[in-house]
């Protein structure tokens, strides 16, 4: 509302002027073609209205919603509480894992990926270095596993003889090859996820009946379970001396590292 001086303001109104119910000021005796300004005030009251109003709507309006956020939560733990069984999404992850275990188990003589010369033996392709956790972690748990049953098995390092990588790669037709990759009696059986499913469903030591046991806690003299030893022949500088030639020539009979395989338990 606009602010006036009364003095001034009921001096220079005409005696015909009234308030009427609006608070609106008119001056209807003035005539309008001697273009004098006449003062006219007015307030709106509903604008005045839902200007104070307004916020408390909004508060209204605030705490409606939170209120259906709560009512929403508290269902939601209801649910969980009522439910004692597990989610359907859990039991279906599992009854898919056992299918495909089974169908694996069931497929296995079928031939796919094949090892020449492995017919008779568990070959697991791995890493001993822990440059990369997860593919540690995973090459030790499925050693963990095969060693729970005792059997013997062909452990190929890549990181102490980088010829088994080229093997491995030639084999799978990959550059590319993650680790560890494991094969029975020729097969390709996959990696540690396939093996810890096989494991947990109990098929495992189905496809692994017919290979010989080993004692409990047997440990390999000569390498330790390493499965290589220093090279016999330059023992391990990979350099011999040629006497005909006297020079220094590269050792053939050990890899990059100067290792041989075991000769009394990865021959």
Not at 31 to 38: A, C, I, M, R
Not at 58 to 84: D, R
Not at 156 to 180: F, H, T
Request: charged share 30%; glycine share 6%.
């Amino acid at each position: 509302m606009a602010e006036f001086d009364r003095s001034t303001q009921f001096s220079e109104k005409p005696k015909s002027s009234f308030f009427n119910r609006s608070l609106t000021l008119h001056s209807p005796s003035m005539d309008s073609s001697t273009k004098k300004p006449y003062l006219r005030t007015s307030l709106n009251r509903t604008d005045s209205v839902k200007k104070y109003y307004s916020p408390f709507e909004s508060m209204k309006s605030a705490s409606n919603s939170i209120k259906g956020k709560v009512k929403q939560l508290c269902n939601l733990f209801e649910g969980g509480k009522s439910s004692s069984s597990p989610p359907e999404g859990s039991q279906h992850q599992i009854q898919t894992k056992l299918k495909s275990a089974k169908s694996f188990s069931s497929d296995f003589r079928v031939p796919s990926i094949r090892l020449p010369g492995t017919e008779d033996r568990i070959v697991v392709y791995l890493t001993s270095l822990r440059g990369i956790r997860r593919t540690y972690e995973d090459c030790y748990a499925v050693r963990i596993i095969f060693r729970g049953f005792r059997v013997w098995v062909d452990e190929r390092d890549i990181s102490m003889d980088s010829a088994y990588k080229k093997e491995l790669q030639s084999v799978l037709g990959e550059k590319n090859v993650s680790l560890p990759q494991v094969f029975i009696r020729g097969k390709h059986v996959g990696g540690a996820e396939v093996i810890k499913q096989l494991f947990e469903a109990g098929e495992l030591v189905k496809i692994l009946e017919g290979f010989p046991v080993r004692e409990p806690g047997f440990v390999c003299e000569g390498c330790g379970d390493v499965r290589f030893v220093p090279c016999m022949t330059c023992s391990g500088s990979r350099k011999v001396f040629d006497e005909d030639e006297e020079v220094l020539k590269r050792c053939l009979d050990c890899n990059e590292n100067g290792l041989i395989r075991c000769p009394e338990c990865a021959s």
